[in-house]
């Protein structure tokens, strides 16, 4: 089985080799990731310039290929599928970023984008996430990602999951034993705007744009907002909507299964 796991916070970021090494003995795991931050750049691609690679030799976790991209983190996904990987890819896992990917604000995040490259290429895609951008706890979305990543593989096309399948799933940022159960969700609202940063340097003005406005909008429960402010995992499917049946009973056993490798009754 071929793993491609890739991300937004770039090469070095700890979340990657966290989810690399979790998944290392499910299949061959190919890490292909920016060689910088690249959060908040969505699904936007490299058209107008060439894109250049790297080897990163050694790699952070030993028997694993990573390769450094001058590019965004869906040219990751396109340079690994179409030429970096030898073989076709069984699985794409884009995270686990530092930050919560959750509601509409999903479509400028860069870890979403890149697991949408998966699906285009009818790979099943998981984006996973942890909503803390500090003292982030990486081990419940390690383990979450593990179980998904074991019960895709182990499924059959036609077994239960819908193909292409595209899922962002975000964890709390809190130690397994305080999650109290894993949920089936869908898109909630946006939750940020962007705040503008006004500055001068002599006679030239410049702007910083910062993903900071909290709108703190009113949540429903069974969206994915409100399973985190409830220390619930979330797994939402994005297949169609992106818009697949977020209560089909196949991906219940998704959840089941992250619900037994964290021991939640």
């Keep these: 089985m071929n793993i491609l796991v890739t991300n937004d916070d770039g090469i070095n970021a700890q979340g990657l080799w966290t989810l690399a090494r979790a998944l290392q003995d499910l299949g061959a795991v190919t890490v292909v990731a920016p060689d910088r931050d690249q959060s908040g750049i969505g699904a936007a691609l490299t058209l107008q310039a060439v894109v250049r690679t790297r080897d990163v030799d050694p790699p952070p976790v030993k028997g694993i290929r990573a390769i450094a991209v001058e590019g965004t983190p869906a040219d990751c996904v396109i340079l690994a599928a179409e030429t970096l990987v030898s073989g076709p890819?069984?699985?794409?896992?884009?995270?686990?970023?530092?930050?919560?990917?959750?509601?509409?604000?999903?479509?400028?995040?860069?870890?979403?984008?890149?697991?949408?490259?998966?699906?285009?290429?009818?790979?099943?895609?998981?984006?996973?996430s942890v909503a803390s951008l500090t003292n982030v706890q990486f081990d419940a979305a390690a383990r979450t990602a593990r179980a998904m990543a074991q019960t895709l593989l182990n499924s059959t096309s036609g077994n239960g999951f819908p193909t292409p399948l595209l899922l962002n799933v975000n964890l709390p940022n809190v130690a397994p034993d305080c999650i109290k159960q894993v949920d089936i969700t869908r898109l909630g609202p946006r939750q940020f705007l962007e705040n503008v940063e006004r500055g001068t340097n002599g006679r030239a003005t410049h702007y910083w744009i910062k993903h900071n406005k909290n709108i703190n909008p009113a949540v429903a429960e069974g969206t994915d907002i409100w399973a985190l402010r409830n220390n619930h995992i979330s797994i939402t499917p994005l297949n169609g909507l992106f818009g697949a049946d977020e209560s089909a009973s196949e991906f219940q056993a998704l959840a089941d299964a992250v619900a037994s490798e964290l021991g939640i009754g």
């Design 89 to 128: 890819i069984d699985l794409v896992v884009s995270g686990i970023n530092q930050g919560s990917n959750l509601g509409l604000d999903i479509l400028v995040s860069g870890t979403v984008g890149a697991a949408l490259q998966g699906y285009f290429r009818m790979v099943p895609s998981i984006a996973i």
